[in-house]
């Protein structure tokens, strides 16, 4: 997680202090991520299925070459249907002004402390009191229009 310093110091001893909008795009983008290492695996198992040629007699005793792909074996994929994301963590309301300045609050910003085994030492601080950030993101299909443009049609 690529957090901006000034927002979290992520260390197993440190308190990870958070805007929870950005917890939950880290989040969302940590599972994005996730599934494109997944499809890319399946594209280059797929790439390597192709490429693999087996030479073997065939019928007439006539020796034939085909690739894995060409004999039916067929690279997996695996998608990420729907994730669920429960985070502990302890809620604050951070005010801030535009410049920053906190005593020129024009904003309001609620943020979360990720609850570690290091939060729990220094503060003494009970689970059972935590609020929990609960996130479901839901794959939906990419918009027909996008489709038939990534294949070359007109997409209308």
Known sequence: MDVDETDATLSSEAEVRIPVTELIRKLGLAVAHAQLELTKIGV???????SAQVTFPDENGQSVT?????LGFLPSFYEIGETEIDVALTLGLAAHGEDGDANSADETELFGVVLSPAYHRKYDFDAAGASRLRARLVNVPPPAEYVAALRGGDGG
Do not use: C, N, Y
């Open 44 to 50: 280059e198992i797929g790439e390597l299925l192709a």
């Open 66 to 70: 085909r690739s894995l792909l060409e």
